[in-house]
């Protein structure tokens, strides 16, 4: 795993860009498009989070193929009702890939179909409620779900 992180400030309607070399000191074949042999990663992420930690983008590529082989991924689920309704709190121990919130009844997830990466938690509003949710969260390669 490599990993680097970078604060930086962007003004609105504004944008930057950056290498994997250039974040990481060095070169790395990070999505595979030079073919060097092998992928050298399962999974190529970057993410921009807020001053709070908060994922606002995130994109994740997949150079060897998405692999959905059913393994434990320590995926889990809490449920919070704050000042601004009910809200999701999810994280993971190993890639929990195309995580899908089901409820119960009423209501519905502010985002849903995400991938999940160990080391960045996930808060998702849970819109339209008037009681504590039920239902399920899983994801696609994963041996199990989370009951609600």
């Known amino acids: ?7 930086v400030d962007i003004p609105a309607r504004g944008g930057l860009t950056f290498s994997s ?3 990481l000191g060095r070169f790395f074949d990070a ?10 990663h ?11 930690g908060d994922v606002i ?8 193929g998405r692999d959905v082989t059913p393994v434990e991924t320590g995926l ?11 809200v999701l709190h999810l994280a993971t121990e190993r890639p929990a890939l195309g995580v899908q919130i089901d409820l119960e009844g009423q209501g519905r997830p ?5 991938h999940l990466l160990p080391g960045y938690p996930r808060r998702i509003a849970l819109i ?15 041996v199990s779900s989370v009951r609600l």
Request: hydrophobic share 40%; aromatic share 6%.
């Open 42 to 52: 399962r999974i190529a992420h970057t993410a921009l989070l807020d001053s709070a």
């Open 76 to 86: 889990s689920a809490e449920i919070a009702n704050g000042p601004d309704g009910w």
């Open 21 to 23: 070399a250039e974040l």
């Open 57 to 64: 983008a995130d994109a994740i590529h997949h150079p060897a």
């Open 128 to 142: 339209g409620l008037s009681r504590r949710p039920e239902g399920r969260v899983r994801a696609l390669n994963d």
């Open 1 to 7: 795993m490599a990993k680097a992180e970078r604060l």
């Open 110 to 114: 502010a985002d849903n179909g995400f």
């Open 31 to 40: 999505t595979s498009a030079y073919r060097f042999g092998p992928a050298q």
